[in-house]
């Protein structure tokens, strides 16, 4: 099964994703650790990459986009997917529909995290990340309500998006996110 997990930054979804893996057994596509990874090794995408995420906001549609079909190549069909960080804009979702339709994977569900604002300011400024200093946030922040927003009425649409509350300890959030997921695997057989 394929899975999309969309969360604002600081709510917790890098490690509910990992939990989550574990549990489905899925690879896990964290878009924001590729995109570290290409500026680690200082490649032409790494470093078209930085110029936007050292500044909270978002790289380009197309080079994620690829990012992602080269990626996918590499990944046998005998795991599913767990998609974290991705897709934050409707041309990202309306790619990976596609994407997935070409590798014959369908997506079982779409995860949304759902924790108050004031909350992921908090958490924020205390994990001392590169962009985690107080103007970068913001932009990330205002990114989520703007760009990834529309994301989520996207898969309302097409009645795949299942809100999780996350607040709570990381195994109570966890215990719900499971909750879901296993519903869905019993629904899709
Ligand atoms: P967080 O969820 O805390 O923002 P991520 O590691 O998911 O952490 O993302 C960090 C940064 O990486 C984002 O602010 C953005 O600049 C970039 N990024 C991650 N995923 C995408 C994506 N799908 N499209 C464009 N940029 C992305």
Do not use: W
């Amino acid at each position: 099964m394929q899975v999309v997990f969309i969360g604002p930054p600081g709510s917790g979804k890098g490690t509910q994703c990992q939990l989550l893996s574990k549990h489905l057994d899925a690879v896990h596509m964290s878009m924001g650790d590729l995109l570290r990874e290409e500026i680690a090794a200082g490649s032409d995408a790494g470093v078209q990459a930085e110029r936007f995420m050292s500044q909270g906001k978002l790289a380009p549609d197309d080079l994620v986009l690829s990012m992602l079909r080269e990626h996918l190549e590499q990944i046998g069909q005998e795991k599913g997917l767990l998609f974290d960080g991705f897709p934050r804009t409707v041309a990202q979702a309306e790619g990976l529909e596609k994407v997935l339709r070409d590798h014959s994977r369908p997506l079982g569900v779409v995860l949304q995290l759902v924790v108050p604002e004031q909350m992921l300011v908090d958490r924020l400024s205390t994990r001392g990340r590169a962009d985690d200093e107080k103007d970068t946030v913001k932009t990330r922040l205002g990114v989520f309500s703007n760009q990834t927003f529309p994301v989520l009425d996207y898969y309302r649409d097409r009645d795949l998006l299942r809100e999780i509350d996350g607040v709570g300890s990381e195994q109570e959030v966890f215990g719900r996110v499971r909750a879901c997921v296993d519903a869905c695997q019993q629904k899709a057989g």
